[in-house]
């Protein structure tokens, strides 16, 4: 893809939709089940070492590639693509710092947004739903006055710039492109904010139809440039990462009877430990929930106490997806699952020394684990779905996530 440079912002723009996102062919994904179940024996998590993947969050770690304009003869690119996350960035490409195009995912469709020295533009949620996890092809084109995108063959939006030819237009060398993410220490600005990291893979690519072996060299030096081979929505928390979030994020709507509220949804891939923590200035525990996988038990703890506890019967496997609902109010902490239910009392002292801390600013919940000191064990391993307060966590809006984890993707083993 080559980005036009002296080209006033567009006289015609055609835009196709599919209407019904059900409707259009989709690549079979051989590779994906996601009926799968997993089995409670120990199961190896396979890697492909075909498909990228292009969501680490880490910027010293952001995939660039770079072309030179006088080596290219076409200026079409295309990859297969998948993803369960409804927003980020695919790919930014630029020729100059006031050029550049980029393509990103909003609400589960296809944006595009642009830039050159004559203005700006966004389009935006175009085409099928993208973000089903299943593979699409797709296409982006251009000539010197139109760009095209393209999902498995069907044009979804089309571009046709009027050239502005009396103005002069600045020497540049070089087209860029990164994957995954705006440039890091960018100072560009997009029209329409995106959450930038896309939590997605990349197959079958061709850049400009160029060598893209810095690609290749980054699948083989680290796994984790490798996409899992089948996966399926859910959060995925490797042994050593975790997400830290302030409590104020999850306000509830009556303020007068505070009382915590959590829905965990658990499937276990290596080992349990601390699924969710609150705690106070000076790091202070205020309330753990802990899996122990060995034990088959859900423990709660208050002020370094254990409140309440939920151990599964010896049937229920942990490496299959588990809800457990955890509500602390005024005198007793409640653990539900759909087949039961139990209470345990606590002291009024205690929850109001709970309460507190959680309208505390200092105070900090982390999720997955908690320091990066934290013992061996300590942290889950394993994926997560949780809504707390009734607002679903979103871990892309995280004040700090470790760069490995998923936010949107889950593995599934063979």
């Not at 590639?65 to 079409?76: A, I």
């Not at 229920?316 to 409640?334: A, G, M």
Request: glycine residues 8%; negative net charge.
């Amino acid at each position: 893809m080559k980005l036009l440079i002296g080209v006033s912002i567009p006289v015609i723009v055609y835009l196709l939709s599919y209407g019904d996102p059900s409707v259009g062919a989709i690549l079979p994904d051989h590779n994906q089940d996601h009926t799968a179940k997993v089995s409670c024996s120990v199961e190896k998590l396979m890697r492909s070492s075909e498909s990228l993947y292009i969501g680490n969050g880490d910027a010293r770690s952001v995939l660039r590639l770079e072309f030179q304009l006088s080596e290219l003869t076409s200026n079409l690119s295309s990859f297969d693509f998948r993803t369960f996350d409804p927003e980020g960035i695919i790919f930014y490409g630029d020729v100059g710092r006031d050029n550049w195009f980029v393509l990103g995912v909003r609400d589960s469709r296809l944006e595009v947004q642009m830039s050159n020295g004559n203005g700006q533009m966004v389009l935006s949620k175009w085409g099928p739903n993208v973000s089903d996890g299943q593979w699409r092809k797709v296409t982006v084109d251009s000539t010197i006055n139109t760009i095209d995108v393209r999902v498995n063959g069907e044009v979804v939006v089309m571009l046709t710039y009027h050239v502005n030819n009396g103005q002069g237009s600045p020497s540049y060398s070089t087209l860029g492109i990164v994957l995954g993410d705006l440039p890091p220490g960018s100072d560009v600005q997009l029209l329409r904010p995106l959450v930038p990291a896309l939590d997605g893979c990349l197959r079958n690519w061709a850049w400009v139809k160029k060598n893209t072996e810095v690609l290749d060299s980054a699948m083989e030096t680290d796994e984790n440039r490798r996409c899992f081979q089948n996966e399926e929505p859910g959060a995925f928390f490797p042994a050593h990462g975790y997400a830290t979030f302030k409590p104020a994020v999850f306000s509830t709507k009556d303020k007068d009877s505070w009382t915590f509220r959590l829905q965990l949804s658990f499937r276990v891939l290596e080992d349990g430990g601390i699924v969710l923590g609150l705690f106070g200035a000076g790091n202070i525990s205020a309330l753990t929930i802990t899996l122990d996988l060995e034990k088959q038990v859900l423990e709660v703890s208050l002020l370094g106490k254990l409140a309440h506890s939920l151990k599964f019967p010896p049937g229920v496997c942990l490496k299959h997806w588990q809800t457990v609902d955890v509500v602390i109010q005024s005198n007793q902490v409640v653990l539900s699952t759909t087949e039961a239910s139990s209470s345990m009392d606590i002291l009024p002292a205690d929850f109001k020394a709970l309460e507190d801390i959680w309208l505390d600013p200092d105070s900090h919940i982390s999720i997955g684990g908690t320091s990066e000191q934290a013992e061996p064990g300590a942290r889950f391993s394993g994926c997560l779905k949780i809504t707390l307060q009734g607002t679903a966590v979103e871990l892309d809006s995280a004040q700090y996530k470790h760069p490995l984890i998923h936010s949107h993707s889950c593995p599934l083993a063979i």
